[in-house]
């Protein structure tokens, strides 16, 4: 009611004029006032340039005056667009390059037609901005480590900032994180390092348990000389599984003096 009563007596008086005209060359005019939109899509009408309602029409089948009314046609369903290569200094001095995608949709036409000249290609700028400012506060490895928390925080700023444009981002996700070739380098060479040292440790902690056992078992063994010697013949017989091995064995002294002494 607002909207129709902002058009003044000369608009009323051109909007009486175009309809009179319309119903005279009525089975002309019926060609020109009946427009349709699909399911997914509103039509935000425009009457003397003021918007009619604040709730765009469709779907299906809608009249307009000729002459007076224009329409701007709104798709509602969700985009998906990439956001392109962004080079990005992270908070520790780093530049890589990120991109990302991101998932928007229309919630209010009327919003995206009046607020916003364009407000697919605005989101996708404020996307790339967004992209920027929010890494610039990562370290390195918050970006190669916590991509859904930047995906999250990203997600609601642009949410936050094309409200008033009619627009919900529905999904921001940081598809990759480009390193230059230097970098990656000192990072293969630190990875490797790395895993070196853990070998090395766990090596050593090996020896270590190995050392331990062997001592025990000394000690039981110390504890009957019999043992000793049925641990050699347990040794021998591994041994003789090997068909091309040649065996030495020796004899207790003790033994060979009992016969020298016969």
């Keep these: 009611g607002e909207n129709n009563g902002g058009l003044g007596c000369c608009g009323w ?42 709730k765009a029409k469709g779907p299906g089948i ?45 919630n209010d036409p009327v919003a995206s037609v009046a607020n916003v000249s364009n407000a697919d290609y605005s989101t996708r ?3 790339q901005t967004t992209l920027r400012n ?16 930047i995906s999250q925080s990203m997600q609601i700023t642009l949410d ?26 000192a990072m293969a060479a630190e990875a490797e390092a790395a895993r070196e040292a853990r070998a090395k440790v766990i090596a050593a902690e090996g020896e270590m348990n190995a050392s331990r056992a062997l ?3 000394s000690l039981v063994i110390a504890e009957s000389p019999s043992a000793l010697q049925l641990r050699y013949l347990q040794t021998l017989n591994t041994i003789a599984a090997e068909k091309n091995s040649t065996i030495i064995f020796p004899l207790p002294m003790d033994v060979i003096s009992h016969f020298m002494k016969k």
Excluded at 15 to 29: D, K, R, T, Y
Excluded at 71 to 96: A, C, G, M, N
Excluded at 134 to 146: M, R
């Design 160 to 185: 936050e900032a094309t409200d008033s444009w009619g627009i919900k981002v529905e999904r921001v996700e940081i598809k990759d994180v480009k390193l230059p070739q230097q970098l990656q380098r």
């Design 215 to 217: 001592k025990e078992a």
């Design 125 to 127: 700028l404020l996307a």
């Design 13 to 54: 008086i051109l909007v009486i004029i175009s309809a009179f005209f319309s119903i005279l060359i009525f089975p002309i005019s019926i060609f020109i006032s009946i427009k349709i939109v699909k399911e997914y899509e509103r039509a935000v009408i425009f009457r003397l340039g003021r918007i009619t309602a604040r």
């Design 134 to 149: 929010v890494l610039g506060t990562k370290n390195l490895s918050e970006v190669l480590s916590d991509r859904e928390v």
């Design 62 to 106: 809608f009249f307009i005056i000729p002459c007076t009314d224009s329409f701007v046609k709104v798709d509602l369903r969700t985009i998906s667009f990439d956001i392109p290569p962004q080079e990005i200094l992270t908070k520790d001095s780093v530049t890589v390059s990120v991109d990302g995608v991101v998932y928007f949709r229309v």
